[in-house]
């Protein structure tokens, strides 16, 4: 009995819980705070508002970091019936993590680490919008991809950085006079900024610098660029469908009660439908007729030989 009164207990306060939580004026609310704390964090860069009104912007910080506590304590009574499911949602341990490391005495003694905390708050608005939250899942699912395109990216760097510091290094040394100079160049000339330049300096050294120019850009700027931009649409697609699939957690039903054992299962249903019912006993009654013409049929019909030659009937029994 303990044990059933607690199970009941904790289901009343997720429901409560939860009807606060979805509710829209809280998401709003939180949007709200999460704006007015990043507003506060610009307005400290600002020394005239710090040194006039530091000890309401110290306040306000505290104001903020209790509402924070506050929303994530209802988020976590709101799954006192299924503690698991809060912590199987990455965005919940994000909050989470976000507000208990507000309360570490190593945090809270750093300013800078504190304010790196506080900014990073800011990232909680993509939970209340789903385009944000989208795109942030895209660019997280496309890491793997991006990382693949800055290892081609910097072999490419490398190999056209060592061919442009032989063929240039002695008549350019400003630009390629060092492996890393002629990487930090040709690294510039990837967005295409100074590509003419390059090319007619380029070209007083040797006509063949064309060729060297023309096939870095082509490679560089059009193919490397396409593929990663199509290594961050193909990840923003994956994103969308991921958020679109995502089953809702099931809830619990409100009124829902233990089965009762011997309730309900040998009383008669008092609207039967008695169509229904005929009908079924019509069928029945044609079912037993036909059975009882199939054993007639089948005493009146002789057993075949043993011999397995054709036995031959009377004439009085074929008329029968």
Same mark, same amino acid.
Not at 91 to 113: G, K, S
């Given at each position: ?5 607690? +199970? ?8 409560? @819980? ?6 829209? $004026? ?11 704390? *990043? ?24 104001? @903020? ?99 442009? $510091?032989?063929?240039?290094? +002695? ?33 007083? %050294? ?8 023309? +096939? ?16 961050? %649409?193909? +990840? ?9 699939? *995502?089953? *809702? ?15 309900? &299962?040998?009383?008669?249903? /008092? ?11 019509? &069928?029945?009654?044609?079912? &037993? ?14 057993? /075949? ?8 009937? /009377? ?6």
């Amino acid at each position: 009995m303990p044990q059933q009164q607690f +199970s009941r207990a904790r289901g009343v306060l997720a429901r409560r @819980c939860t009807a606060v939580v979805q509710a829209r $004026w809280f998401a709003v609310t939180v949007f709200s705070l999460i704006l007015a704390n *990043a507003a506060l964090l610009g307005a400290e860069t600002y020394s005239g508002i710090v040194a006039g009104w530091q000890h309401w912007l110290r306040l306000a910080e505290h104001v @903020c970091l209790v509402a924070f506590t506050l929303e994530i304590v209802l988020r976590l009574a709101a799954h006192a019936d299924r503690p698991g499911a809060f912590f199987r949602d990455p965005w919940n341990l994000f909050d989470l993590a976000v507000v208990l490391c507000a309360f570490l005495p190593v945090v809270r003694e750093n300013t800078t680490v504190l304010r790196l905390l506080r900014l990073a708050r800011v990232l909680r608005t993509a939970r209340f919008l789903p385009q944000l939250r989208i795109v942030l899942m895209a660019v997280v699912r496309s890491l793997p991809g991006t990382l693949s395109f800055l290892l081609v990216g910097a072999l490419l760097l490398y190999v056209y950085a060592m061919v442009g $510091w032989v063929f240039f290094g +002695s008549h350019d040394p400003e630009h390629y006079g060092s492996i890393g100079r002629a990487v930090l160049t040709l690294f510039l000339l990837m967005t295409l900024d100074g590509i003419g330049d390059a090319v007619h300096g380029g070209l007083d %050294i040797s006509r063949w610098s064309l060729l060297y120019y023309g +096939s870095y850009v082509l490679l560089a700027s059009f193919v490397l660029v396409n593929v990663l931009i199509g290594v961050v %649409i193909t +990840s923003l697609d994956e994103a969308r469908e991921m958020d679109g699939a *995502a089953p *809702a957690e099931p809830r619990p039903h409100p009124e829902r009660t233990e089965p009762r054992p011997h309730a309900d &299962r040998t009383e008669p249903r /008092p609207h039967a439908d008695r169509t229904e019912r005929t009908a079924l006993a019509h &069928r029945i009654e044609e079912a &037993r007729r036909a059975l009882d013409a199939l054993e007639r049929e089948l005493v009146r019909t002789p057993p /075949p030989p043993v011999d397995g030659t054709r036995r031959r009937i /009377p004439t009085a029994q074929r008329r029968d």
